[in-house]
């Protein structure tokens, strides 16, 4: 049994759930800032609010999964990617307070939506610069040690990457507004999907172009995995072609499901770019592993509370299922 293998692929799942989940409430928050009726941004708030807390469980496991199964990538990775994580704890910190102090003031409420937009943009922008570095290179010495330079996350192509995030988080957050909004806010989120998506495809274009400029690694996967790649990102044209189409239509779920298809065809791209390599272009999952045991005891955790996390999760968007109530849900 290939035990580092499961623990990357369980890895890459608490990844792209998180990712798809907490992605369209990140887009949610970044939408405030561009919507000045006060009524709509409370109705924009109350149709995350069940979930949006409880997305980010993924990201812990992944984190804990990355640390247990593959230690060596993560003693390298931490660093070479400090201030963007830190950056990124932060905003999320920063969107649970402004989240909290919303609900309990009134003359200050357009402050804590700006701070909660303002966190939500900072922490997608901070998770794209996280992939743009991945795809760039990381620099490694040994086999096991960052070489680089903190700041070599603020290169142009990570940066590129981080505005190709927000806006896929933006759509995102505007489907699923599309899904559960009714009249003038339901108007607001076709604008910004007529908007956001074009913008989304052209930045995503922009960075396939530019990782095979800049990555030798990039441009071999390409030889490698001509057919899957190309069919990858031939499909990823033709859902956002069907995602534009959808905008407005009586199935109000469609934006978002095809949004969430965009970020999972990135993922697949992303993944067979770089496998088998934990750490892209540079140290594979079997180097990087941590001993057998330390493989065994998360793969059984994860066996164990993985079922339970996507139950609660289930229960919550089954519960709180529908359009979101105009006077919000705890009327």
């Known amino acids: 049994m290939n035990l580092p293998l499961m623990s990357a692929l369980f890895t890459t799942f608490a990844l792209t759930l998180y990712v798809m989940l907490d992605g369209f409430d990140l887009g949610v928050g970044a939408l405030l800032l561009v919507q000045p009726d006060e009524k709509l941004r409370d109705r924009m708030v109350d149709a995350i609010m069940p979930t949006w807390d409880g997305n980010e469980t993924w ?14 990538a993560y003693g390298v990775l931490l660093p070479a990617f400090y201030l963007p994580l830190i950056a990124m704890l932060l905003a999320l910190g920063l969107r649970g307070v402004s989240f909290e102090f919303r609900y309990q003031v009134d003359r200050q409420r357009g ?13 997608a922008l901070a998770q794209g610069l996280v992939v743009g570095g991945l795809i760039q290179g990381v620099a490694v010495a040994d086999g096991q040690r960052f070489a680089g ?17 927000l ?17 003038p806010l339901r108007v607001f989120s076709e604008r910004v999907l007529r908007l956001t998506t074009p913008v989304f495809v052209a930045l995503g274009t922009a960075i396939c172009i530019a990782a095979a400029i800049i990555q030798p690694g990039i441009r071999a996967a390409w030889s490698a995995y001509e057919v899957p790649l190309s069919l990858i990102v031939g499909s990823f044209l ?16 469609r934006p978002f499901f095809l949004g969430l298809a965009l970020f999972a065809l ?4 992303l993944g067979i770019a770089i496998f088998p390599d934990i750490v892209p272009f540079r140290l594979s999952l079997w180097a990087a592993a941590s001993s057998t045991l ?7 955790g994860a066996a164990v509370v993985t079922p339970v996390v996507l139950a609660y999760s289930a229960f919550a968007y089954r519960v709180f299922r529908g359009k979101t109530p105009v006077d919000g849900w705890e009327v």
């Open 149 to 165: 330079s903190v700041f070599d996350v603020f290169r142009p192509f990570p940066l590129l990457a981080g505005l190709a995030v």
């Open 294 to 300: 330390s493989h065994v005891f998360l793969l059984v």
């Open 238 to 253: 033709i859902v956002s072609g069907i995602l534009m189409r959808a905008i407005g239509r009586r199935a109000d779920g």
């Open 167 to 183: 806006s896929g988080y933006t759509v995102l957050g505007a489907g699923w507004l599309h899904l559960k909004a009714t009249g």
């Open 111 to 123: 402050l804590w939506d700006s701070l909660f937009g303002v966190g939500s943009i900072a922490a």
């Open 266 to 269: 990135a993922v697949a791209g």
């Open 59 to 72: 990201l812990i496991m992944a984190g804990v999964s990355l640390l247990a199964a593959f230690p060596i």
